[in-house]
């Protein structure tokens, strides 16, 4: 469920939004060049529930609130408020009876994905989930190469362990993610039809 | 995951909130008795999560967002936003391969639940994960009588619709809810041993 301003301009979490603002690619990604990855994903999640097809959500923003107003006889104002870093992922749902769960992350890299783009603790929530019988992944889109690739958890996890431990390299190589990795072609209904890749990750563990 | 203000107490989501203040329970909920049922849940799937039984957790209240500060060399700051009302449930994750969604409502009445703790798009979020094979269900608390039920969804369900099309009665009698229901008796890991009768669930499916 993506979160407007009032103008309907949609809102990106900061940690993505500051890093943007920071990176050389920031304008890119403000400019009417088109959707962000999360615009995509929530469109095609939206195509999906109103099909009958899976029901899947991006969870709500984690806010940290401080102070929040409660005016008589009109709705609580908050009126300071820090974001969070999310626990968890940002999907999760439910299609054909499985619990789903994965992150989406967009990267202005053009022949890696640099593994920083996740934090520990959400590899650590997609390991517990597979362990309790969900199905994890990314969703990954190279920008400037316009290709969206479903990456499983698993395969994330070997390069995030090889990372910590022998402080190999920080980053997946593109080539790695076209192997073992499912692309994803853009589609009308649904823009981004990933759910076809997860029924060849179901069909894997019949 | 509970939103909790700097100095450790937790923030409970508005409608929750500003209900509370209105009704006459209202300080009660904010006195020193007890947990919500909302902390009791989280406590209890910080339990099931650590000890390696379920993946579930609380998703974050959703906030509209109309004014932010990025200031230089800081953290965004959130001048000011809005709660707004869920679109799905409070709780989701899995657990034993099985998706599972539900709701967690107390209600102050010690004869029957009051519908109205419900949305509409609550109700129906549940029928659509039903219908992808979730399982899905309310935790109802009577606060004053200290009696936690599981209350599947199906039941609900017609409770619902019988009120809708019937302008029938506005609430399920307590009766109903503990021939019905299954009650959760306290316990003190997890304080809310709920996923025990998830088994039941579970097994009826079987």
């Excluded at 400019?31 to 899976?54: F, P, W």
């Excluded at 401080?66 to 940002?90: C, G, H, L, M, W």
């Excluded at 400037?144 to 402080?167: E, G, H, P, V």
Aim: aromatic share 12%; net charge positive.
């Amino acid at each position: 469920m993506a979160i407007r301003y009032p103008n309907g301009k949609q809102f990106r979490q900061p940690t993505e939004t500051a890093s943007k603002l920071k990176s050389a690619s920031a304008k890119t990604s403000f400019s009417d060049r088109g959707m962000t990855l999360e615009q995509e994903l929530n469109q095609s999640n939206a195509y999906y529930l109103n099909h009958d097809v899976a029901v899947i959500h991006k969870k709500p923003t984690p806010i940290q609130i401080v102070n929040v107003d409660y005016p008589k006889r009109s709705a609580a104002v908050i009126k300071e408020a820090y974001f969070k870093q999310a626990s968890t992922t940002d999907y999760n749902g439910v299609y054909r009876g499985n619990y789903i769960d994965f992150d989406a992350k967009e990267t202005q890299n053009a022949t890696s994905f640099p593994l920083h783009n996740f934090h520990e603790h959400q590899v650590e929530h997609m390991r517990q989930c597979i362990k309790h019988g969900g199905i994890c992944f990314a969703i990954i889109k190279f920008v400037k190469l316009d290709q969206i690739f479903l990456f499983k958890a698993t395969d994330l996890f070997s390069y995030w362990d090889n990372m910590d431990a022998t402080k190999g390299r920080k980053s997946i190589p593109l080539a790695d993610i076209q192997k073992n990795g499912i692309l994803i072609q853009y589609h009308i209904q649904p823009l981004i039809p990933y759910l076809e890749a997860v029924d060849q990750l179901i069909d894997l563990r019949r």
